[in-house]
Each structure stands twice: as structure tokens, then as C-alpha cells.
């Protein structure tokens, strides 16, 4: 398999498990608190199978859990900006000027939403909700408008797991969103 199926397949291997590993009881605070976001399955999965779930006490609080779930994002979110770079400097398909492009653009995007991440960290440890509301703000549009910019060309994706990987991504960002509104 080529260096660039492996970057792919890999990732989206391991959210299709996730979906079958939401079956298993999470700790009771966290199905509580994943009970009450958009995609419950794919967060309750985040913490079982990602290793910072696994230290996430039983009694750990919503801003606990939180801020975990965030750092799990982040990593995904950076394990699908290497795929996209992965793509467009080494894919096994030469790509169109327009292909291209989007792939920056939306790479460019998940950047940005890592780094907005990086600011609702700190503004939940500060206790600053107004600012975390407006940086959670500017992380959904930034996967937003990756979104955006694949679909408008994705019958030429070269790969269209990698599409699906950007959705699961929006989507955790979205489960982020819910569980800020909980610690509001």
C-alpha cells in the first residue's frame, strides 16, 4: 500500500472502530455529559480510545472532560492536517491547480481551528467564557470552511476517506461546542 493510502486508511479505519466502540460503558459523568452533545457516539469513543480518555477520573467535572476532549481534537485535527499536506506533496495522483489549492486552503482552515482550540483552553482555565464562546466561534468556522472548500471539488478528491475525516473532525468540533455550553 503507497505512504499516502496508509495516512488515510489508518485514520479512517480508526473513527470506523470508534463508532462500533461507543457500545462499551464509558464512565457514568462522561456518557452524561456526551448524552447531551450532537454526535454522542463519536464523543463517548473519543475517550475511550484515545489514550487521554483512559485518564480521565470517574468523577472528573465538565471542564474536566472538556478540556480532554479538546486535547483529542487537537490531535486529530493534526493527524488530518498531515494527511491533506501528505496528499498534495506526495499523493500518487497528480492533483489539479483547483484540487490543489483547496487542499491548502482547507489545511490552512484546520490550522487555524487547532490554534482557536489553543485559545479556549486557556480562556476555560481562566474562567474567561466570553472569550472561549468567541474563539469556539471562530474553530467552527474554520472547519466550516474546510468543509466548504473540499466539497466544492470533491468528485476530484483523489481520496474520498480524506473528506470523510474532515466531517469527523467538524464534528468533534461541534461536540466542543456543546460541552462549552455545559460549562458556561
Same mark, same amino acid.
Given at each position: 500500500m503507497s505512504p499516502i493510502m496508509n495516512n488515510v @486508511?489508518?485514520?479512517?479505519? *480508526? *473513527?470506523?472502530?470508534? =463508532?462500533f466502540f461507543s457500545l462499551l460503558n464509558a464512565s457514568p459523568d462522561i456518557t452524561k455529559?456526551?448524552?447531551?452533545?450532537?454526535h454522542k457516539d463519536l464523543c463517548i469513543s473519543s475517550f475511550k /480510545? =484515545?489514550? %487521554?480518555g483512559r485518564y480521565v477520573p470517574d468523577n472528573a467535572d465538565v471542564k474536566a472532560l472538556a478540556s480532554v476532549i479538546i486535547k483529542i481534537t487537537v490531535n486529530s485535527a493534526s493527524d488530518v492536517s498531515r494527511n491533506l499536506k501528505t496528499t498534495v506533496l506526495e499523493g500518487p495522483v497528480p492533483l489539479t491547480p483547483e484540487v490543489r489549492a483547496k487542499y491548502g486552503i482547507c489545511d490552512s482552515e484546520v490550522v487555524s481551528a487547532m490554534k482557536?482550540?489553543?485559545k479556549v483552553r486557556? @480562556?476555560?482555565? *481562566?474562567?474567561?467564557?466570553? +472569550?472561549? +464562546? %468567541?474563539?469556539?466561534e471562530a474553530a467552527l468556522t474554520n472547519t466550516e470552511n474546510c468543509v466548504k472548500e473540499l466539497k466544492q471539488v470533491e468528485a476530484q478528491l483523489p481520496d474520498k476517506k480524506q473528506f470523510d475525516e474532515v466531517i469527523v473532525l467538524? /464534528?468533534?468540533f461541534e461536540n466542543i461546542d456543546d460541552i462549552i455550553e455545559m460549562v458556561g
Open positions: @486508511a489508518l485514520p479512517l479505519s *480508526f *473513527f470506523i472502530c470508534l =463508532s455529559v456526551c448524552e447531551k452533545v450532537k /480510545e =484515545s489514550y %487521554l482557536e482550540l489553543d486557556t @480562556a476555560m482555565e *481562566f474562567g474567561n467564557h466570553k +472569550k472561549e +464562546k %468567541l474563539n469556539m467538524k /464534528e468533534l
